[in-house]
């Protein structure tokens, strides 16, 4: 079993700055993909940005040049760095693991943890 615990949520002015972890704990057998996804009240859960094994880079349109996700291979840890907050970011961000092993794929989520930007 695999468990994510995030954590750097919290209130934030539009305009300003906050950082998002996670770390990730267990029985890992090898990372495929980690990240973060959101979901804003009423909304389905949609991705924000992930780094896969190779260290490709994938960020939604909307975060591009605003969020920055970086990895700690050794800690297995994934942040983001999250500038320039807007009110439409305000959403539960939850961290994503996908591991896998020769023959299966195991998806993991976090708890989640709160963003709220105030305009």
């Known amino acids: 079993q695999v468990e994510l615990v995030g954590s750097g949520g919290g209130l934030v002015q539009a305009g300003g700055s906050l950082k998002l972890s996670c770390a990730a704990s267990g029985s890992i057998f090898s990372i495929n993909v980690i990240g973060w996804y959101r979901q804003a009240p009423g909304e389905q859960r949609q991705l924000v940005a992930t780094?896969?094994?190779?260290?490709?880079?994938n960020y939604a349109d909307s975060v591009k040049g605003r969020f920055t996700i970086s990895r700690d291979n050794a800690e297995n840890t994934v942040y983001l760095q999250m500038n320039s907050l807007k009110p439409e970011d305000t959403a539960v961000y939850y961290c994503?693991?996908?591991?896998?092993?020769?023959?299966?794929?195991?998806?993991?989520w976090g708890q989640g943890t709160q963003v709220t930007v105030s305009s």
């Open positions: 994503y693991l996908e591991d896998i092993d020769s023959t299966t794929k195991y998806i993991y």
């Open positions: 780094i896969g094994n190779g260290g490709s880079l």
